[in-house]
């Protein structure tokens, strides 16, 4: 709260913001008909150039900005993905080559041409660049050195080839991703230096073709979108979109009552009640694709046996945290993949049965457990730790709590130094494999290994048999056949693998009602404002 003035003033909006008093008889946020204001955390963003983005706020500017070959209707996440810059496309027999039919007619921001040969340098410039989020592309083996052969543009059209077959859904899920972005060569090069293709000037510009484009981007502080009248979907009803960076839940609730602000993303559960009935607010609650797990180190040597592994997942009060201090933010789930994902499950074997956990510690012979337990210094995740520890204790086991940054838990559990992990993962792309490929997927377990970004490596965990099955999956073709190959894999993950999967994250968002149309993304993409209408 201390915070307010600071936040309720500034250069973006002026006298137009002014401190208003909340009126007798409630009316619409005060906002300008055309303008979409909202409030979120958004000090993650550390670029806007979509070869780079890897953080949930850089994504939801980035869908906003920069049309893919394809992409997902904001208004029937339902159907799955679907045509973008790319009208149409083809698979080869053998399955490695997809051939995209460009969509004539669509311009950049600068007024230039989307053609095949903008598409060839976007996808190879992320390969080029080998940014953190690249490896969404380059696991289908395209290389710097190679990518002269297996990403060419040929008149209208665009192929890529990978180094084997996989199934086609796979690779155009991936397409959908933040580094899909297509962006524009002309504009980018003129904006070289140094050779880094663009890279420093599309760290704070943008050069899309999507519905808006980027006016200014203040870090920790604001993000302003202008329409693009040109958007070859049509014009934008909200000609300008301003994120405001508000990092305390009571300052976005103040500023969403006196009508500062249209939405307010980070409303915790109290202030959620607290808007709750207000006339002119209206709450939505929208299943996003976060998952909160615990996880067991298994170069621990308790830890490591099955029959622990199993009483801790008994040792969750998984239904007492969920209609508690997580209520309408976390629903239980207990399987890695997200709901809304192809081949999720709905099962959820565990409850929380001290007796039955003690059974089975007593069985594998262990009393007395002492272990610490890792977690980032996030309320929702504290608290959670701090159940975990009481549950724990009741069946014999002391929970030792080492809160600390993001960075430096982060950093001690890809080292494999922690005993127990509690912690929460979002998808990098909205295929099955995004999931199955870390949770499921070691190949190789060795310390030298260094797989750091394979969940199961990072708990020292050999999945056996899955991690071929996860291989399975990725390359097959038939839909139906796909998803029950996923929906098997995480049947046998839940039975003995050392994670409990406990929650999925609710977004709740504040609104004033006359705000119509806006979607977070669901569980598989991130926000699109183009549809919103007052």
Known sequence: MKKLQKFAAGAIFGALMGTMAIPATPVFAETPPDMLVIANRIDDITTLDPAESFEFAGSDVIRNVYGRLVNFDPLDLDKGYEPDLAESWAVSEDGRTITFNIREG????????????????????VITLAKTPSFILTQFGFTPENVGETIVADGNT?????DKK???SFVLNCLTATVGGIVDKKQVMENEKNGDLGNEWLKTNSAGSGAYKVVSWKPSESVTLQSNDDFYLGAPAMKRVIVRHIQESATQRLLLEKGDIDVARNLNPED???ISGKEGIEVDSELRGRLMYVSLNQNHPVLSNPKVVEAIKYLIDYKGMQDSFLNGQYTIHQSFLPKTYLGAIDDKPYTLDVEKAKALLKEAGVENLEVEAGV??????????????NTFGQAGIKLNIT???????????????????????????????TNAGTFAYNPDNSEEAKATGLLAWRNAWNPGDLTAKTEAAVIEGDRDVRKKMYEDIQHEFQ???PFAVMFQKIEQTGRWSNVKNLNLGGAITAVAYWPVTK
Do not use: C, M
């Open 376 to 389: 980032r210094e996030a309320q929702e995740r504290v608290e959670i730790a701090q159940s975990l520890q």
């Open 403 to 433: 809160i600390g940054t993001g960075k430096q838990t982060l950093t001690r559990y890809r080292a494999r130094d922690l005993d127990v992990y509690i912690g929460a993962w979002g998808p990098d792309y909205p295929d099955p494999q």
């Open 166 to 168: 996989y199934a086609t």
């Open 272 to 274: 959620v009640a607290g």
């Open 106 to 125: 669509v311009k950049f921001h600068s007024g230039n041409p989307v053609t095949a040969e903008d598409v060839e340098f976007s996808l190879r410039r």
């Open 495 to 497: 039975a003995k693998a």
């Open 158 to 162: 665009l192929k890529i080839t990978t």
